[in-house]
């Protein structure tokens, strides 16, 4: 699976759009992008995916670049329970020799302030 | 619906003694997998089941480890002969899982079994 880089920390205050960058400059063409973010002593979670469409969902929106070498998601008006580490995973289609498992990265640790 | 569950939560034990962690998948979900995350290290891949194949195993880092699924439900991870740096969050996931082309389904994640090995 193609390597993620992410900036080791963000801040945001809270009710503002919080805007995590990710860059996946070496990815395939059968590889999507998944966010999980994990919240302290809690298993990760799910958050959205994509391969070169934008998405929204109701927790946030992924924006991704029309060369698809970098993405960010937007938590459109974050909470301080939005306080996490996130995740960006680039992950292959059915039938890569990796398509099991996900390989985490440091993430970015996104602390939201009153 | 429930989520992933896994047991138990915490479990202390002696350097040395064997320990088996368990996880029940969500029900319907046919991939299983098995994560670690030590303190201050990310999480990393152990193990991963995929219906009747033959698992994943490529990430165990020693023949100390083994999994097995039963009935294609339960999962037990066995940790043998355990040693302080087996210390860690035992995770386990769950997905469906697509047989033919197109992206893998999410995983969705348990609560974690910390394990600390004295």
């Known amino acids: 699976d193609a390597k993620t880089t992410q900036p080791p920390s963000m801040d945001c205050a809270e009710g503002r759009a919080a805007n995590l960058p990710c860059n996946h400059s070496t990815i395939s063409g059968n590889e999507y992008v998944y966010w999980y973010r994990q919240i302290h002593s809690q298993g990760p979670q799910y958050i959205i995916h994509?391969?070169?469409n934008n998405e929204t969902n109701e927790m946030a929106s992924l924006i991704i670049t029309e060369d698809r070498k970098s993405s960010t998601l937007i938590l459109p008006h974050a909470t301080l329970r939005d306080t996490a580490v996130y995740y960006c995973i680039v992950r292959v289609g059915a039938g890569g020799t990796s398509y099991g498992k996900l390989t985490f990265g440091q993430g970015t640790i996104l602390t939201v302030h009153p | 619906g429930a989520g992933v569950s896994q047991s138990p939560s915490n479990k202390v034990t002696e350097k040395g003694k064997d320990v088996e962690l368990r996880c029940d998948p969500i029900s319907g979900h046919t991939a299983l997998y098995w994560y670690r995350q030590s303190l201050g290290q990310g999480l990393e891949f152990l193990i991963y089941?995929?219906?009747?194949?033959?698992?994943?195993k490529s990430g165990l880092p020693s023949d100390r480890f083994s999994a097995e699924r039963t009935g294609g439900s339960v999962s037990t991870l066995t940790i043998q002969r355990t040693q302080q740096e087996d210390s860690a969050v035992y995770l386990c996931?769950?997905?469906?899982?697509?047989?033919?082309?197109?992206?893998?389904?999410?995983?969705?994640f348990g609560p974690g079994t910390r394990l600390t090995v004295t």
């Open positions: 089941f995929q219906g009747n194949s033959a698992p994943d």
């Open positions: 996931a769950s997905s469906l899982a697509r047989l033919g082309q197109g992206r893998p389904y999410e995983q969705y």
């Open positions: 994509g391969l070169k």
